[in-house]
């Protein structure tokens, strides 16, 4: 295993044996910030996510998400390692996981799935309350925190973290959704991931999945010290919710088109170009 260093704390915490699998809750928001720009912890791990970190027998759970709904990502885990098991592809094995933690969700929550299709009115129960609203050029945004529980019963299975209008039609276009279950740490940075996203999707014409690995690559950056350090308006110090609205400033969206939207190719001869005066 390899030894990362967390923090904040993993607080890793064996919570039961289902199936020959050991349970165990950690923080997320650790998992997060030891993790590359191309890992992604969401709601639960396994070990082919993480091989690194996980034993083979191990299912790792957010301790920010279990109390509510560690039951159903259990479920879903186990499924997946089934099908993995029986030989199934790891993108079968992912929706046939997805499909029994669906399942389990209605089941015990008898909450009908609408399978992406939004409200007339979205449910008063979701919104928890409003975290900052972000001065953008064109509207302003408000980022709510939201519970992600009944995102995932609602609409999306699988839903982590945040979302926004530009990838997901039941959230509104002058909206960015976070999952109010995550530690007010963390907030800063996937509130700068979403909005990123959502520009570059909006102004700069991406698709989401180009956008959210390059997104991927700008949160990760922003939880280090060192790079975090080089964003304009940050420093050194952690970003709180006083800091967000110089996400909408000009010189920050310009930094991020220069810095991950270019390539390194790109930003060499940008670099250059700067440098002769071109």
Not at 20 to 38: C, H, I, K, L, M
Not at 53 to 67: A, N, P, R
Not at 123 to 131: E, I, Q
Request: hydrophobic share 35%.
């Amino acid at each position: 295993m390899s030894k990362r260093h967390f923090r904040p704390s993993l607080h890793k915490t064996f919570v039961e044996t289902r199936d020959g699998y050991r349970v165990y809750s950690v923080s997320g928001f650790a998992v997060r910030n030891a993790a590359e720009a191309d890992e992604e912890f969401t709601t639960f791990a396994t070990h082919g996510e993480f091989p690194d970190l996980l034993g083979e027998k191990d299912i790792w759970v957010s301790e920010e998400l279990i109390g509510r709904e560690g039951e159903f990502f259990v479920a879903d885990a186990l499924t997946r390692l089934r099908a993995r098991e029986a030989g199934s592809p790891e993108e079968r094995a992912y929706t046939v996981g997805l499909n029994a933690e669906r399942r389990l969700r209605e089941a015990k929550t008898g909450i009908e799935y609408r399978a992406g299709r939004p409200h007339k009115r979205i449910p008063g129960t979701l919104y928890v309350r409003r975290y900052v609203t972000l001065p953008d050029e064109r509207f302003p945004i408000d980022v709510w925190l939201v519970r992600g529980d009944l995102v995932r019963c609602y609409y999306k299975t699988d839903y982590a973290e945040g979302g926004h209008g530009s990838v997901y039609p039941w959230v509104p276009r002058r909206e960015i959704w976070i999952d109010a279950a995550l530690r007010t740490g963390e907030l800063p940075y996937i509130v700068t991931h979403e909005y990123t996203e959502l520009r570059l999707m909006r102004d700069e014409g991406f698709e989401y999945n180009e956008a959210h690995e390059l997104c991927s690559r700008v949160e990760f950056d922003l939880r280090k010290a060192d790079s975090r350090k080089e964003f304009p308006g940050f420093s050194r110090r952690r970003p709180t919710r006083a800091d967000l609205p110089k996400l909408t400033a000009p010189e920050y969206f310009e930094f991020v088109k220069r810095n991950y939207v270019r390539g390194p190719v790109r930003r060499a001869a940008a670099a250059i170009a700067s440098a002769v005066g071109w």
